[in-house]
């Protein structure tokens, strides 16, 4: 059982930049893959970025390739995601999920945050 809590999240000008982070309890968050993933109001949620259990493998969306990273802290049991040049199509609930493989899909991961809101003015 893994539990997760985002932060970081808040309000920012087109441009800006927010590092996103989510927080697991249990000992066993090193063997998981981590995956973010947003929901824009009125959108289905989609796949930001997701990175490997050892942290050697990553993947991203292609419309934040080059302006989000994906990170993750295994002794900290934490993973971030640092966010660059934020526009306003980037604004959603950013949420955070662990799962056995770094795939873009909802279905592969087990466990999930609450989530963290992100606004962006233009």
């Known amino acids: 059982q893994v539990q997760l809590v985002e932060s970081g999240g808040g309000l920012v000008q087109a441009g800006g930049s927010l590092r996103l982070s989510c927080a697991a309890s249990g000992r066993t968050f090193s063997s998981y893959a981590m995956g973010w993933f947003r929901q824009a109001p009125g959108k289905e949620r989609e796949f930001v970025a997701g990175i490997s259990s050892g942290g050697a493998n990553t993947v991203y969306v292609d419309s934040v390739k080059g302006r989000f990273t994906i990170s993750r802290d295994n002794a900290q049991n934490t993973v971030y995601l640092q966010m660059n040049s934020l526009n306003p199509e980037d604004a959603a609930v950013y949420y955070c999920?662990?799962?056995?493989?770094?795939?873009?899909?909802?279905?592969?991961?087990?466990?999930w945050g609450q989530g963290t809101q992100v606004t962006v003015s233009s």
């Open positions: 999920a662990a799962g056995t493989v770094v795939v873009a899909l909802e279905r592969a991961y087990d466990y």
